[in-house]
């Protein structure tokens, strides 16, 4: 059997490589798995495809799988039968427990074996952004063990990637080309290739006790995490099932009206929508107002842009030329579809050949601990067009059912800073936005004022000022201003808590969450506080609903404060109330309210009219 040797500051570590089954002893092998109460587990495979099905495509596979100690590992071949079994008995072994960094290695083991490590895995990228939740501090393991270890990691990527380049033929040597084909044909007993494997391993192994003594302080919330990221790799591995025939007759439909305005700005002014030259043209049929710019002085023309701009024509406060408000609506119809057309591609790219997508759920993504949704991100997709939510179903003779709260941020802002009068408009159960604008309006408020002012009580909680009212709602800066000071002379306690909070250096949630302030934005203290909480109410409604319901199996996705659930057909009324009952609770006496509802075979409901009937894909290219 091969053996390699490397110390790094001091620490000599073994990696063990049988290349072949003559030379891989079992004996042994069961000795050193039997050593350590934790293995290191990494493996290496083909290079993914971006923005295709990942591991559940053809392209993916397993070329070698690693299990470490702090100071040696094995390098094991699954193409090698006495080796594949070996793996495949400690993968399945539920008494063996492993550290990964990120969930790719337990979707790769499940991809290549059928193997489900659930919660018999700990993971150190999950353990680093617990510690530094900020997306910018640098979670990847060669930059966590250059931090916490020393730079061998590091060093043996570079050994790799020089490997790579050498041996890449000449036509793949352009870019990151010699990476991508070593990862698909370096030999598998390479030294380079072996080495960076087994120590991956390694790292990873010594570096979980370092990071579990960083999270002594809040060390309860480590399980609920781990918890939490197995049940989304159990959302990734049974996938979406996609409807494939009306996802893409919708694609062809998107394109044909993105074509349409496209055309209709080409010959009215004889250059595309998309050209800087459309910008230097609206400039000229706008006036009454000045227009937003870009970083070059050019005049911004985003979705968002137009946006206020319509409502500022609409409003009365700007004038646009005839032919202005035509093309501008054109332009807009081609942002709009612009953003379809690249979602819808991206479902179908990301579709197995089954039809299912496997979407990537990111538990820890933003700095509160908001998860967000990758490849395809199904976060952005917008409640108000459920045309791309459509292209979602439910498996047959099963129905999707979703749950979530009820203006939760304002009522957990209501329960962090004790506002007397919020926490008995929330009481008393009368809209929360109406009674806002009577506050601050009287009876008499109008549907504008009501639209305003809560507006005004989301940016308010958020930390916005009146700069982001103006832009958000269309009204003056000055108007957005008086708004504002309405709105904290009405829940002044609110405003005295984001102040009060703004002078800490850490934020630390009522769960026990610590997130770091960001100095140069004190007046986003409050948004942590508020929306790391409400993350954590519905993890606790999730894990009640998983744990003592039996749901886990159910669950079906994610979105910001919502939980999708997929049921039988026969048992959505009884989930639908169950849901409701779960996730309608208290926050240090503010009731939090939840609103469930069937939504039916498919994520998005349609309006009868443009209902389209399709049969569930065998395969997406059927």
């Given at each position: 059997?091969?053996?390699?040797?490397?110390?790094?500051?001091?620490?000599?570590?073994?990696?063990?490589?049988?290349?072949?089954?003559?030379?891989?002893?079992?004996?042994?092998?069961?000795?050193?798995?039997?050593?350590?109460?934790?293995?290191?587990?990494?493996?290496?495979?083909?290079?993914?495809?971006?923005?295709?099905p990942g591991h559940f495509g053809p392209d993916a596979g397993v070329r070698l799988v690693q299990f470490g100690t702090p100071t040696t590992a094995w390098v094991l071949n699954p193409l090698i039968?006495?080796?594949?079994?070996?793996?495949?008995?400690?993968?399945?072994?539920?008494?063996?427990?492993?550290?990964?960094?990120?969930?790719?290695?337990?979707?790769?083991?499940?991809?290549?074996?059928?193997?489900?490590?659930?919660?018999?895995?700990?993971?150190?990228?999950?353990?680093?952004?617990?510690?530094?939740?900020?997306?910018?501090?640098?979670?990847?393991?060669?930059?966590?063990?250059?931090?916490?270890?020393?730079?061998?990691?590091?060093?043996?990527?570079?050994?790799?990637?020089?490997?790579?380049?050498?041996?890449?033929?000449?036509?793949?040597?352009?870019?990151?080309?010699?990476?991508?084909?070593?990862?698909?044909?370096?030999?598998a007993d390479d030294e380079a290739y072996t080495v960076y494997a087994g120590l991956d391993a390694i790292y990873v192994r010594r570096l979980l006790p370092l990071l579990l003594a960083r999270c002594?302080?809040?060390?309860?919330?480590?399980?609920?995490?781990?918890?939490?990221?197995?049940?989304?790799?159990?959302?990734?591995?049974?996938?979406?099932?996609?409807?494939?025939?009306?996802?893409?007759?919708?694609?062809?439909?998107?394109?044909?009206?993105?074509?349409?305005?496209?055309?209709?700005?080409?010959?009215?002014?004889?250059?595309?929508?998309?050209?800087?030259?459309?910008?230097?043209?609206?400039?000229?049929?706008?006036?009454?107002?000045?227009?937003?710019?870009?970083?070059?002085?050019?005049?911004?023309?985003?979705?968002?842009?137009?946006?206020?701009?319509?409502?500022?024509?609409?409003?009365?406060?700007?004038?646009?030329?005839?032919?202005?408000?035509?093309?501008?609506?054109?332009?807009?119809?081609?942002?709009?579809?612009s953003n379809s057309m690249s979602n819808l591609r991206s479902f179908l790219a990301a579709a197995d050949a089954s039809g299912r997508v496997h979407p990537q759920i990111n538990t820890l993504r933003?700095?509160?601990?908001?998860?967000?949704?990758?490849?395809?991100?199904?976060?952005?997709?917008?409640?108000?067009?459920?045309?791309?939510?459509?292209?979602?179903?439910?498996?047959?003779?099963?129905?999707?059912?979703?749950?979530?709260?009820?203006?939760?941020?304002?009522?957990?802002?209501?329960?962090?800073?004790?506002?007397?009068?919020?926490?008995?408009?929330?009481?008393?159960?009368?809209?929360?936005?109406?009674?806002?604008?009577?506050?601050?309006?009287?009876?008499?408020?109008?549907?504008?004022?009501?639209?305003?002012?809560?507006?005004?009580?989301?940016?308010?909680?958020?930390?916005?000022?009146?700069?982001?009212?103006?832009?958000?709602?269309?009204?003056?800066?000055?108007?957005?201003?008086?708004?504002?000071?309405?709105?904290?002379?009405?829940?002044?306690?609110?405003?005295?808590?984001?102040?009060?909070?703004?002078?800490?250096?850490?934020?630390?949630?009522?769960?026990?969450?610590?997130?770091?302030?960001?100095?140069?934005?004190?007046?986003?203290?409050?948004?942590?506080?508020?929306?790391?909480?409400?993350?954590?109410?519905?993890?606790?409604?999730?894990?009640?609903?998983?744990?003592?319901?039996?749901?886990?199996?159910?669950?079906?996705?994610?979105?910001?404060?919502?939980?999708?659930?997929?049921?039988?057909?026969?048992?959505?009324?009884?989930?639908?109330?169950?849901?409701?009952?779960?996730?309608?609770?208290?926050?240090?006496?503010?009731?939090?309210?939840?609103?469930?509802?069937?939504?039916?075979?498919?994520?998005?409901?349609?309006?009868?009219?443009?209902?389209?009937?399709?049969?569930?894909?065998?395969?997406?290219?059927?």
């Open positions: 059997m091969v053996t390699y040797t490397r110390t790094h500051n001091g620490h000599t570590m073994t990696v063990n490589a049988p290349a072949s089954a003559a030379e891989f002893d079992p004996s042994a092998f069961a000795a050193f798995t039997g050593s350590d109460p934790v293995l290191g587990l990494d493996v290496e495979t083909r290079a993914i495809v971006k923005g295709g039968p006495e080796q594949q079994q070996a793996i495949r008995s400690v993968l399945a072994d539920e008494r063996h427990h492993f550290v990964t960094h990120t969930s790719y290695d337990v979707l790769a083991v499940w991809s290549a074996f059928g193997i489900p490590l659930g919660q018999r895995v700990v993971d150190t990228h999950l353990l680093s952004k617990l510690l530094v939740p900020d997306e910018r501090a640098g979670h990847g393991l060669k930059e966590l063990t250059g931090r916490y270890l020393d730079d061998g990691l590091k060093q043996a990527e570079s050994a790799l990637h020089a490997r790579m380049r050498a041996l890449a033929p000449v036509g793949s040597r352009a870019g990151n080309n010699p990476v991508d084909w070593g990862w698909n044909h370096l030999p002594t302080p809040f060390s309860h919330l480590v399980p609920m995490e781990a918890w939490l990221a197995a049940q989304s790799t159990g959302i990734t591995v049974r996938g979406l099932l996609l409807d494939v025939p009306y996802t893409r007759t919708l694609l062809e439909q998107v394109q044909g009206e993105f074509e349409q305005a496209a055309a209709t700005i080409h010959r009215a002014l004889g250059f595309s929508g998309t050209s800087p030259r459309f910008a230097d043209w609206l400039e000229q049929q706008v006036s009454g107002v000045t227009l937003p710019r870009t970083d070059t002085g050019r005049v911004q023309v985003t979705a968002d842009s137009l946006a206020q701009l319509q409502q500022q024509v609409t409003d009365g406060t700007a004038t646009l030329t005839e032919q202005g408000r035509e093309l501008v609506r054109a332009r807009q119809a081609m942002a709009a579809r933003a700095k509160t601990g908001r998860m967000s949704i990758t490849a395809p991100a199904l976060q952005t997709l917008k409640k108000h067009d459920p045309r791309l939510r459509h292209c979602f179903r439910a498996d047959p003779g099963h129905v999707l059912v979703a749950c979530d709260f009820s203006q939760v941020e304002v009522r957990v802002a209501a329960a962090l800073s004790r506002d007397k009068t919020l926490m008995d408009v929330i009481a008393s159960g009368v809209d929360l936005h109406d009674a806002t604008a009577t506050l601050m309006y009287g009876p008499g408020f109008s549907k504008e004022q009501r639209t305003v002012g809560k507006r005004a009580t989301f940016g308010t909680i958020y930390g916005g000022g009146a700069k982001a009212l103006a832009a958000q709602t269309g009204v003056s800066v000055q108007v957005a201003r008086g708004v504002i000071q309405r709105w904290q002379r009405t829940y002044p306690e609110v405003i005295r808590f984001g102040k009060d909070i703004a002078n800490a250096t850490t934020v630390i949630t009522g769960s026990g969450r610590r997130i770091p302030a960001d100095p140069d934005r004190p007046y986003a203290n409050s948004n942590y506080a508020i929306q790391s909480t409400a993350r954590d109410l519905l993890v606790a409604c999730v894990y009640t609903l998983a744990t003592a319901h039996g749901l886990a199996g159910a669950l079906w996705l994610f979105v910001h404060d919502e939980v999708i659930v997929q049921v039988p057909e026969q048992d959505a009324e009884h989930v639908r109330d169950l849901l409701t009952e779960v996730m309608t609770t208290t926050f240090r006496g503010v009731p939090i309210a939840a609103d469930a509802e069937i939504l039916g075979t498919h994520w998005g409901h349609l309006p009868e009219p443009e209902q389209v009937t399709v049969s569930v894909p065998e395969h997406v290219g059927a």
